[in-house]
């Protein structure tokens, strides 16, 4: 049985396309929440009564869920502009947050920096690999090169959203049958940022991998 349970002034989101929409938990009651106007990047979501809307939330004790909701009412306390939405239903647990990991074959350039100088870096050309999968905690890949856990691993990650250079350190190495290595990598100098943007692509992908089951 999920341990889900909403409390005032816990974050939520409401996903609307690829934006996702920042809120706060006004009110719980037994058959309904209230929220104050969702907002992303300075742009205010209006919503009408009748509405289903999806939503996610991060909760530290409990982990990570997407849930959706329906849209009751609009109104207002004092100076203050809410939205009554049904209890969530749809519920569903997600990985925890750095942690929540989406397949997805993407060419990924990579190059091996072990004991490299800082300045000599660039000077290094990439090499092409295959990410299998990603979270915002680290990657899988395929490469046909040989390589050992002691290695430290510049990954160039291009995505919709973001495009970073990430330093990575090796935590897993298995031979595929056609020779390849499989590689697990840890990011090592991602940014609070950096891992933000990062989740938000994931759960984007994610969104879309589910539509088109």
Request: hydrophobic residues 40%.
């Amino acid at each position: 049985m999920l341990n889900f349970n909403l409390k005032v002034n816990d974050r939520v989101e409401v996903i609307i396309g690829e934006k996702a929409y920042k809120a706060l938990i006004m009110d719980v009651e037994d058959d309904f929440l209230k929220m104050n106007v969702p907002v992303c990047d300075g742009d205010y979501l209006m919503l009408h009564a009748g509405e289903k809307i999806e939503m996610n939330t991060y909760l530290s004790e409990n982990g990570c869920f997407n849930f959706s909701c329906e849209v009751i009412s609009r109104g207002k306390e004092g100076s203050i502009i809410y939205y009554k939405i049904s209890t969530p239903f749809n519920i569903v647990k997600i990985q925890r947050r750095n942690f929540f990991r989406v397949g997805l074959l993407n060419p990924v350039q990579y190059k091996k920096i072990t004991g490299i100088d800082e300045e000599d870096i660039p000077k290094i050309p990439y090499k092409d690999g295959l990410m299998v999968d990603l979270s915002a905690g680290g990657l899988k890949f395929k490469i046909n090169e040989e390589i050992t856990k002691e290695d430290l691993i510049l990954v160039s990650l291009k995505l919709s959203k973001i495009e970073v250079e990430i330093k990575c350190d090796i935590v897993r190495i298995e031979n595929t049958p056609d020779k390849e290595k499989l590689c697990g990598l840890r990011f090592i100098d991602i940014t609070p940022a950096q891992s933000e943007k990062m989740i938000q692509e994931l759960f984007e992908i994610m969104r879309r991998q589910r539509a088109n089951m």
